[in-house]
């Protein structure tokens, strides 16, 4: 049986390192984002035979119709990795109601839209693993980032909760945790000030997560579980 990964914000940053790791494997994927030509170049970049679709994860209609086109081109899907994320950074007095509808919308409605369209195929199959991306900030919090500490937050207690839920129909959920990493989201971050509060000095990179990912993907027993990748920042704050 064909290895079928879809991954939603795989053609940038932390899901494009995941989809280079898991294109090595030998997994046939489905490189997903808003810019179709982004995810297309992405996609291409991989070589092989994996496809670029154009999908808002806050969108029903968007996310329901990508799994029908990824199962008509790809076949059945029995990997997801939920990595579409947006911040919209600000102290909370000062955020307008549309950031915050934005990053819950983006970061943890979308990933409830994509695992439920995924839970269709995987439970008539008996079988998949899922790995959603969450946030440091999601389990300590920041100043600043209320509301997308919030999505993040939520995202692992979803995670957590459907992993309980469809642990007997052999499907693995878990999340994996990052601290600052280098992608566009981080690219005005103050680094130089930032990196002193990380015990390994440095900020990570994406193909650093990517390795947790894919570990938690093909970790045959093991659910529920949150991997914290961050160089150390989660013993400082
Ligand atoms: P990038 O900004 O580099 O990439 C984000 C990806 O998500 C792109 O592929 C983007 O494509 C896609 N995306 C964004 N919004 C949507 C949407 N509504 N629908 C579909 N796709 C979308 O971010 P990162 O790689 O840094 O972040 C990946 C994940 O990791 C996010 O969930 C982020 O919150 C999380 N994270 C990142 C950290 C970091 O330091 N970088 C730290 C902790 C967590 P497009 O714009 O074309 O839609």
Known sequence: MDKVCAIFGGSRGIGRAVAQLMA???YRLAIVARNLDVAKAAASDLGGDHLAFSCDVAKEHDVQNTF?????????????VNAAGINRDSLLVRTKTEDMVSQLHTNLLGSMLTCRAAMKTMIQHQGGSIVNIGSIIGLKGNSGQS??????????????ALAKEVARKKIRVNVVAPGFIHTDMTK?????HLKKNIPLGRFG?????????VFLLESPYITGHVLVVDGGLQLTV
Do not use: C, P, T
């Not at 990179?205 to 990912?213: D, F, M, P, R, T």
């Open 147 to 160: 509301v997308y500490s919030a999505s993040k937050g939520g995202l692992v207690g979803f995670s957590r």
């Open 188 to 192: 005005d971050l103050k680094e130089e």
């Open 68 to 80: 029908e086109e990824i199962e008509k081109h790809l076949g059945q899907i029995n990997f997801l």
């Open 24 to 26: 090595l494997k030998g």
């Open 205 to 213: 990179e994406a193909i650093e997560v990517a390795h947790a990912v």
